[in-house]
């Protein structure tokens, strides 16, 4: 059956014949793009109104385990000061017993009510101490815990980091865990935790708990993703079973996480066996995921310059891998054929990642392997200047998170990298001008953040305005609210080139997906209003009116 859809304007995506008035489609595939009067006669005929077509969005960094995992948060409201946020707190213990709810999850306390010290298990015990519980940080790297938190995961003085330096639990002179935790390294200690209570959050990742994820993908034209973290192989069976209910609606691209060159091969062999298991139609696994530093808001981002304040000048933040073990991983993903995506942040991170991801190219030359695999860099918040260029020289994919680019983060980050370094970070138009390739992602972890964030045109709207309309920054600091530097607002064309086709190509799907052209799969979204001729402050609050995804309109009308 033929359908067609006429008096459109589409935007193809496609740089051959960016705009058209008609598409057409047979079964799944596109079979016609082009001027309305030429389009053919569908058995199924739409009129679109005048309304604008595009591709289906792709969030090519998304967190699709961990976002169904944080329903039972608690959400705490937005506070400025220690005192109302531990009343919250202590209120709220004591209208849910223990009984109800064993163990208290609230997200998210501003990172910036505390010093570089963090905050303490007893200030926390002060509000609840007859049950573990753990305030996450709104940067969402920092757990903040009470001392029966400690106490039923079984961590004391003398207990491991699991990762020295960046996954760890901060310390007191004596070696005492003072509450504060960086990264996730709690998670090590949950089943302990959960044993230990006799309870278990409601975690387990079945269908149901997924389900809420994959309406709001659906309902938001976000046709593809690529996964930042798989949580264990439940994640896989749940989202198999979805795609069989015909509820998974999207394209998934997976991915493992291994932590060191010592553990690499291991985790190879378990993405080779989900792939075996798991890999259809819409599902695929091929990414391995490196932790390569932390976050500059936590103070552990891997610099080329010490920290501010750090007057012996020694302290260079975090990292996890030197150029050489890094460049091992490169060589040993380039022969498996698997792509590695990196979480970096900091200056002196990235060129360690540019000199591996060069050392292994030459390597590969040397062997007479070919080159095929794509290293995503994920973040490259701060980067040198005289490192700009050679991700496009070097074929890496840099991956953005949109709705960054405002206030989102405040300016936290100014007492820990000093204000030089702060206003200028986030400086993506330097990779697009270059010709590296750029994908875009919401990079959601929590339900919460989903709801308020995830909206492709939301991080559009802030990534081509630097102005967060949620968290605005202050003027004195970023002149208008505009977050700095000058001139790294993201052209429209470019953004939805990157959430569309950009992402494709990012997860090796540019044939099948990611713009609207003749062969590839009937994927489009129709929006409410034309973003291009839309007040740029409302790009936010287009709606995504109808969702066609492999020929078959899955929401809204046409
Ligand atoms: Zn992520």
């Known amino acids: 059956m033929k359908k067609t859809i006429k008096n459109a304007r589409i935007y193809t995506c496609d740089d051959k014949e960016p705009w058209a008035e008609a598409i057409a489609f047979e079964h799944d595939r596109i079979t016609f793009v082009g001027a309305g009067i030429d389009a053919p006669v569908g058995d199924i005929e739409f009129d679109a109104g005048g309304r604008t077509i595009m591709p289906g969005f792709i969030d090519s960094h998304n967190h699709p385990g961990m976002v169904s995992q944080s329903s039972w948060h608690i959400t705490l409201p937005w506070v400025d000061n220690v005192e109302d946020l531990l009343g919250f707190v202590k209120d709220y213990a004591a209208k849910h017993p223990k009984e109800e709810i064993p163990f208290l999850y609230f997200e998210y306390y501003p990172t910036t009510l505390f010093d570089e010290k963090g905050p303490t298990k007893e200030l926390l015990d002060a509000a609840v101490s007859d049950r573990p519980c753990l305030c996450q940080d709104f940067g969402e790297h920092l757990h903040w815990v009470n001392s029966k938190m400690l106490e039923c995961m079984g961590v004391d003085r003398n207990t491991p980091d699991p990762v020295p330096g960046l996954e760890m639990f901060v310390r007191d002179g004596s070696g005492e865990p003072t509450g504060w935790i960086k990264e996730f390294a709690w998670v090590h200690f949950a089943d302990k935790l959960f044993e230990n209570i006799k309870w278990e959050a409601p975690m387990k990742m079945t269908p149901e708990l997924m389900e809420e994820f994959f309406v709001f993908t659906k309902e938001n034209g976000i046709t593809a993703l690529a996964d930042g973290i798989l949580e264990g192989e439940e994640q896989l069976i749940a989202m198999s079973e979805l795609d069989r ?15 060191s060159y010592d553990d690499l091969p291991e985790k190879i062999a378990e993405l080779r066996r989900y792939q075996e298991k798991y890999t259809s139609r819409h599902i695929k696994l091929n990414m391995m995921k490196l932790f390569l530093d932390g976050t500059n808001e936590a103070g552990n981002s891997a610099l080329l310059e010490p920290l501010a304040g750090d007057s012996a000048g020694m302290n260079f933040g975090e990292i996890k891998m030197d150029t050489e073990e890094l460049t091992k991983c490169f060589v040993l993903c380039n022969r498996e054929g698997v792509d590695l995506q990196i979480h970096m942040v900091g200056d002196r991170a990235f060129r360690v990642g540019c000199d591996a991801v060069e050392a292994a190219q030459q390597i590969a030359f040397e062997e007479g392997t070919p080159w095929t695999i794509q290293p995503i860099f994920a973040h490259c918040e701060l980067v040198d200047p005289a490192d700009f260029k050679r991700p496009a020289e070097l074929g890496i994919t840099i991956n953005w998170t949109c709705h960054w680019a405002g206030g989102y983060f405040g300016t936290q980050a100014i007492s820990i990298l000093g204000a030089e370094r702060w206003h200028r970070m986030y400086r993506v138009m330097e990779f697009i001008e270059s010709g590296a390739l750029v994908a875009f992602s919401s990079d959601v972890t929590t339900l919460y953040e989903l709801r308020r964030r995830a909206n492709p045109l939301f991080g559009i709207q802030i990534s081509h305005t630097r102005i967060d309309p949620e968290f605005p920054l202050d003027s004195t600091i970023c002149p208008g609210g505009v977050r700095t530097p000058e001139g790294q607002q993201i052209p429209l064309d470019y953004l939805f080139k990157g959430y569309t086709l950009n992402g494709a190509r990012q997860m090796h799907w540019d044939k099948l997906m990611g713009s609207l052209e003749v062969g590839k799969l009937a994927i489009m979204n129709i929006l409410s209003e034309n973003p291009f001729e839309t007040d740029p402050m409302k790009v936010k609050d287009i709606r995504i009116d109808a969702v066609v995804f492999e020929g078959e309109l899955i929401h809204g009308t046409i």
Do not use: A, C, S, T
């Not at 209910?245 to 932590?259: A, E, H, M, S, T």
């Open 245 to 259: 209910q015909g509820k998974l609606n999207l394209y998934y691209d997976g991915i493992v996480r291994f932590w």
